[in-house]
């Protein structure tokens, strides 16, 4: 007798980011091919327009759940005035901002006032909370910004879950760095958000080396690896415009995830390790 399938989340980042992700998102969703998309409100191309047309493929039924992306690193600029650390009205880069986190030296009252900016502006243009809430570069996971992010879910998007990026036991090779690296920051996380009553994803997947010679259709199946019900795993697709080169590396990349997750052969990789999505609620 064949098992019931494991049912995942599969979210696409950075919707609003530039033209071309949004569209080929918003393409994966009307397919069903992705459950799950985290909008990133603080980024210069996302609009009404944008918005819009996202809420409009849960018009009739809900195929998506809509979460929001928070950004505090550059080159994107602050919604909230005042916003310290900044650099030419800009966030500081990833790596300025992960010093500041772990020497302790960032204020936590602008981290917590940018955050309900984005979260407000969400609210603003969608009609109501995220179902979800995560972090562009996984900052929500960073030493003082976790704290501050995790105040204002709890105060402000109580039943919105937020995401912790934990990989389950199996799937864990400890020749990835990055993933290791992760790990390590989700264990105070998951457990700050337990103790405010706040629901994580079970287990996390979906990060890699962002490199030329990478293969997607080739790594997308060591993600599904022991990711248990309701395990999330993060992708990134998209058709490379200007607007995106102006603003992220991640391009060309974005497009060899779409065209895979466009393809007959993500749907036998799914049924190949008996997975399927999560309807969302």
Not at 8 to 25: H, K, M, R, T
Not at 131 to 151: C, E, N, S
Not at 265 to 278: I, K, P, S, T
Request: overall charge positive; glycine content about 6%.
């Amino acid at each position: 007798m064949t098992s019931h399938p494991r049912r995942i989340w599969l979210c696409a980042d950075d919707y609003g980011a530039a033209p071309g992700v949004s569209a080929a998102i918003r393409e994966l969703i009307s397919r069903r091919r992705i459950n799950a998309t985290s909008v990133m409100v603080a980024a210069p191309h996302f609009d009404n327009e944008e918005a819009t047309a996202l809420a409009k493929l849960n018009s009739s039924e809900k195929r998506a759940a809509l979460g929001l992306h928070v950004t505090l690193t550059g080159p994107l600029q602050p919604l909230s005035a005042d916003f310290v650390p900044q650099r030419h009205g800009r966030f500081l880069q990833l790596n300025a901002m992960l010093r500041l986190a772990t020497a302790r030296r960032l204020q936590p009252e602008p981290l917590a006032n940018e955050i309900v900016a984005q979260l407000k502006k969400f609210i603003d243009v969608f009609g109501r909370p995220p179902d979800f809430l995560d972090g562009h570069q996984h900052i929500q996971l960073f030493p003082q910004v976790r704290d501050a992010f995790l105040k204002v879910v709890a105060e402000r998007a109580p039943a919105a879950w937020v995401r912790q990026c934990g990989r389950p036991r199996r799937g864990r090779r400890l020749r990835d760095h990055k993933a290791l690296v992760l790990d390590i920051l989700s264990l105070g996380f998951r457990r700050k958000a337990t103790k405010l009553g706040i629901a994580v994803n079970p287990a996390f997947a979906g990060s890699y080396a962002f490199k030329a010679r990478a293969n997607y259709a080739r790594l997308f199946p060591r993600f599904l690896s022991g990711l248990p019900d309701g395990g999330l795993i993060m992708c990134h697709p998209g058709v490379v415009d200007a607007e995106l080169k102006g603003l992220d590396s991640l391009t060309t990349l974005r497009e060899q995830e779409f065209a895979f997750f466009s393809s007959d052969a993500f749907l036998q990789v799914l049924a190949e390790h008996n997975v399927a999505l999560a309807r969302p609620h």
